[in-house]
């Protein structure tokens, strides 16, 4: 225990009351609105679907505080109470060499830390998503994902974290920018090897079947100047109800994915309206944005690590005796989030920046109300709340809420009309 003990301690305890404070919020929001549907939705949607969503956001907002709560208390016990000295100390004590030792720690703890955060997934999947309707996995289907899961991280996970730890022991003091480099190339190949190689592990992709839709997506395509690698349907109701539509991949090898809960659900006018929305994103570079910035921020974040790594203050002051760099890397991974919280809301506001950015390239693109249309049925469907709480949404939210969202359409759209 040292100072930094206490400033860690009031930052987790300061984040997790202000996620408590904001879910709470949301929830009573949610409820107080529960009994009239909200002015611009009244012909749209009925009140038993307005209750549906009131009560599912409740729901989900009750979850949330608990896995608060369970978070907060698994990272204290991890640091402070001694979970991780433990294993630490387990692992230095293996006479295994100090890389040999240092991957086995990490490897170890992320696992332990995946399999504590599994019943609150769990619950999550079959009582809060099953009681509203929208979980489809089963049992069986769980378990092969998280087995899969499992896997791939074994296999892609050990060699990256035993190549970092070599470099931070023999590449001097500047390891933490070679650091970087390895992880900047490590996540934009898996990026890039996704869809091809990854994501059908999981899933089956195939190619559109729809021609009159096919056709549709090519004329919007060709008028927006957008190569891509292929129009495939996701079998996403293998998993849930919730349905949506993205792209992958880089380059030319960009394939669209729509779920088939999406197109199921929304008419070809809409499904277009909604593609235009997803090319509204490529056309104002959101995605190269949202790697760079990320890549910045891994940068910081190795370059932070590149002080912290040998830092005696740092393990002490979080509960870890035995002084290992796989130690220090852990218990930044557990750490910074808490104190990083403090950028979410600006990190939320550029999101949603983007998606009216999206959005107004879409009314452009195609008819506004298509995408209007569209809106409406996908919140309604995935039960989002016509009420949400300004705070809540500002702090969490990457996409604008319902009514944010369609009456910024709707001011388009007047002013289209406007001579
Ligand atoms: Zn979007």
Redesign the pocket.
Known sequence: MNGFTLIFLSFLLTTTVIHLWLAGRQRSNALRHRHQVPEPFHDQISLAVHRKAADYTSAKMRFEQADTIVGALLVLGWTLGGGLNVLAGWWTNSGWGAIAAGTALMISALLLMALLDMPMNVYRTFVVEAKFGFNRTTPALYLTDTLKQGFIFLLLGTPLIALLLWLITHAGARWWLYGWIVWEIFTLTLIWLYPTLIAPLFNRFLPLQDEALRARIINLLQRCGFASGGIFVMDGSKRSQHGNAYFTGFGAHKRIVFFDTLLKSLQPDEIEAVLA??L??FKHG?VRKRLVLMALVSLAAFALLGTLIDAEWFRAGLGVQHSSHAGALLLFLLVTPYFSAVLQPLSSYWMRK??FE??DFAAAQTDAHNLIHALVKLYEENAASLTPDRLYSAYHDS?PPAPVRISHLTAKLAAQSAP
């Open positions: 929305h997803e509204g994103h959101h983007h998606e999206a959005d996409h």
